[in-house]
């Protein structure tokens, strides 16, 4: 069975950051040095054959691009200067736009202007819902304190309603991320290469699943540690603000000021600061350009890294005036706070840069699959 | 005979030859040996001083025999023979041994090479106790050349040879000069046009008063030899009045290789599938379009078509890759749009400015596509009915390992360059010979790449071997400035230790006529007996070999001198 040429890949690719790849002449040494790559597994060599060679299908059913961390060894290695690692991370957004459904990812990617709209759109109805529709609802803003001295973030925000909103938005981006997980599984193990996998090996495997979401054991492999280090206190301040927020706000959004050492400061504190670690490593090093991985900047790259900074920093700020009894500014932290962290969920998580917090696992999980997959 | 007087002299070749043997004890031993007149050692016999050494020698010793004990008869026989001739004594009295490639250099033990070296010596004195003086000769050089091939390689030395001055009788067998670069639109790696380059070469060598263009002409017969060739020439069937010259460039060129006898193309069946020069005359037309007039979409240019392949020919055709990649310019400029594909076997791009022009080209939005010779070759078939291309190539991308199908409207085969048809009769009238891919053979493939074993008979151009447009013309210079250098001689020189026949010994089997690599020998049907031609013959000494009845002898090659120089070497037991 023959694979067809797409020799129009090369046009839809350029548009996510892919420019000259002629320029590899295949001596696979990036391949031979990838601490990631592995039998059966080969990449970059091997995806960037398929690219230059527009073949559509195969290049859709590989797990590969997810499975490097662009530490950016092959890239300076490469004796082409084809550099390998950011045709990689141009694949990762290709294939975010393929699985995507919706067709919203794609136009993301490549329009800047599209991506924009949406953030602003989201951020307009967010602020517009806190101005006109809760107030109308008879919730309002007080400069009346708490008895210890804190600010009634409830009165204005009120708890339920937030905590209803979280749970439709949660439900609204897991149901568009977990049909596009469904559409990958499909692309890499349902139809490519007539294979099968028992329904066995499928919940055998599954704590793989788990286990590379919590730790990035694969990210560790690469022979760069320090990068492990800051991503994971990224991922796991951001994973633990998440579940606080969306699954158990009324815990975490009181208007009690707790004992500093109360579960509920200090694991807001640890995921504080993993973000703002984490953000730090990722935005000096885009500044300053000097590894390989931070050399080539998206712009969706950027956008990810500036709303999940904004979110941050308006958090702390809600913290600092709620308990310093400082109401307008809590108010307005609270505001601004909502206005970047809804469109960030709902555009990053199911469309853009944010989605290989799901996608990254998966593939590992998909990966075991075929090593255990027999022939149909 | 004369008493033999010899001189030896050993070279110690700085410490080439005296770090393993030892020079002090060869001259020594050697020096006591019959005829011998005295035994030196010195340490470069070929300087300056060296060579004065042996000439003081044969004067003041009067010798009449020298022995340079060094390296190679390569690099300095000659320097020793004409310090001999300095010196008043014929050259041909002088004598080399080898020591240094044939001892020192190859051997470990310091006590064996010695004696090696010893051996050797010896011989070379038995030997040249028998040598006899030889003559030298030369032969009159006719100014006029006749250039057989009318392209790019002919033209140029004709012109050459013309602006000099010389005659020159320029033959096409086609009704047009230009040959295969009259077909093609540019060229690589600069885009140059070639049209714009042939048409007033043309013009310069149709125009000229010292050239004699002979079109629609085929040679009949070449005889004679260096500097006194006649030819006759058949012009339309007609034969032509005799033309005599003194040298002959074969300029013959290469032809386009038939891509129909490879099944897996389906050229002939499919109209779209095009050799690589109906392309270019496509691209001189300016418009690509296909068998039913529209714009293809999609464009595949295979390479390595009859080349590189035990099946067709073995040889890489040279300059198929960089007209391929020439090609992707062209079509990028006329069809923007398109898509290009570049199915090649290997890049080869190993020339000036080729490899940039292949950086560049790879940034024309093309796609290479690998394949495997070995393997299989791309098979191109009809598209089915609902693709939007006409055919489909099928194929296993080498890279890969992937076997894909590429969707293509027209499709570009990148022909080998091969001998003509007759190219045999072409080497059989002018006495030169083909390797076996059909080339015209050189006289050394690194040193003397223009001239053949047949004096006064050059080869340039294509036929030489596959080549682009400045090696063709490079080549056609060299022989022109190497004819020239004769005519202005006046005359050549021919060679001295040629073979000759003792008619008495003759039986007349003709065994010497048919091993002659140069045709030298021929049949006295009066005599009943063979006949050396001294100016063809090279002293290779086959004849010799042959003869059954042992009547032919090679001049400075003769039994008695080879006899006595074995038994020279086998002499002393040790």
Known sequence: MSTRVHPELRNQLMQFGIGDWNACYHCGTCTAQCPLSEEGFLFPRKKIRLMQMGLKDELEASVEPWLCYYCGDCSTSCPRDANPGELMMSLRRYLTSIYDWTGLSKKFYTSELWELFFILSFAALVVISFLLVLPSMGFHFTRELTAEGGVQVNAFAPIHVVETFDWAMALVVASLLISNILRMYYKIIWKYGNMKVSLWVHIREFWLLIFNFAVQPKFNKCDDKRYWLSHWFLMSGYTIMFIVIVVYLPWFQTERILPIWNPQRLLGYYATFGLLFGLFVAIFGRLQKKEIKFLFSHISDWLFLAMLTLTAITGILIHIFRINGMPLGTYISYIAHMAVLVPMILIEVPFSKWSHLAYRPFAVYFQQLKKYAVPR | ?574
């Open chain 2, 1 to 574: 005979m004369e008493e033999p007087r010899i001189g030896v002299y050993v070279c110690w070749c700085g410490t080439n030859i005296s770090k393993m043997v030892d020079v002090e004890a060869v001259t020594k031993e050697v020096g006591t040996l019959p005829g011998v007149v005295l035994s030196k050692n010195y340490k470069y016999m070929c300087s300056d001083p060296g060579q004065d050494l042996i000439i003081k020698d044969i004067k003041s010793h009067n010798l009449n025999r020298v022995i340079v004990a060094a390296c190679s008869p390569r690099i300095h026989e000659l320097t020793f023979r004409n310090a001999c001739e300095k010196a008043g004594i014929n050259p041909y009295l002088f004598e080399m041994a080898n020591i240094r490639e044939q001892d020192s250099w190859v051997h470990t033990d310091r006590t064996e090479a010695t004696k090696k070296a010893i051996d050797l010596v010896i011989g070379a004195i038995r030997r040249v106790r028998y040598h006899e003086p030889l003559q030298k000769r030369s032969v009159n050089v006719d100014p006029a050349t006749l250039i057989i091939g009318g392209g790019i390689s002919g033209m140029t030395a004709a012109l050459e040879i013309a602006n000099a001055g010389k005659k020159v009788y320029l033959l096409e067998r086609t009704d047009h000069l230009g040959g295969q670069v009259a077909r093609f639109d540019l060229t690589f790696p600069h885009l140059s046009s070639a049209r714009q380059m042939i048409r007033p070469m043309i013009q310069r060598v149709e125009n000229h008063p010292m050239i004699i263009v002979y079109l629609n002409t085929e040679l009949k017969e070449v005889s004679g030899y260096i500097g006194n060739f006649k030819a006759r020439l058949v012009f339309n069937g007609a034969e032509q009045p005799e033309i005599t010259f003194g040298n002959i460039i074969a300029a013959v060129g290469l032809k386009p290789f038939d891509p129909s006898v490879i099944a897996e193309y389906g050229y002939g069946k499919f109209p779209d599938v095009i050799t690589s020069l109906e392309f270019e005359d496509k691209l001189r037309a300016g418009r690509i379009l296909t068998k039913y007039g529209k714009e293809p979409r999609n464009v595949a240019i295979i390479h390595c078509v009859g080349s590189r392949n035990k099946q067709y020919h073995e040889y890489c055709s040279r300059v198929c890759c960089m007209v391929a990649l020439k090609f992707v310019h062209e079509i990028r400029a006329a069809l923007p749009d398109a898509n290009i594909f570049e199915i090649y076997a290997d890049m080869r791009a190993y020339g000036k400015g080729h490899e940039e022009f292949y950086a560049m080209t790879t940034h024309k939005q093309i796609i290479f596509l690998m394949y495997d010779q070995q393997k299989s070759l791309p098979l191109i078939r009809e598209a089915y009915r609902d693709d939007d291309c006409n055919m489909l190539i099928e194929m296993n991308e080498l890279l890969s390992g992937i076997d894909i199908e590429v969707p293509v409207d027209m499709v570009i085969l990148m022909v080998n360059m091969e001998a003509h048809d007759n190219v045999k009769e072409v080497v059989r009238t002018i006495g030169v010979s083909l390797c076996g891919n059909q080339f015209f053979i050189e006289k050394h493939p690194k040193l003397d790449p223009v001239a053949t074993t047949t004096g006064g008979v050059f080869i340039v151009g294509t036929c030489q071997g596959p080549k682009d447009i400045p090696d063709s013309v490079a080549q056609a210079k060299a022989a022109a400035a190497r004819i020239l250098a004769t005519i202005a001689q006046g005359s050549v020189p021919v060679e001295v230790t040629t073979a000759v026949v003792n008619e008495s010994f003759c039986c007349g089997c003709q065994t010497c006529i048919s091993v002659c690599p140069y045709s030298a020998v021929s049949f006295d049907e009066a005599k009943k007996v063979s006949v050396v031609n001294e100016v063809l013959c090279k002293g290779c000494g086959t004849c010799g070999g042959c003869c059954p009845a042992g009547a032919i002898t090679s001049k400075h090659f003769t039994d008695r001198q080879i006899l006595s120089e074995i038994e020279g070497i086998m002499s002393m037991s040790y």
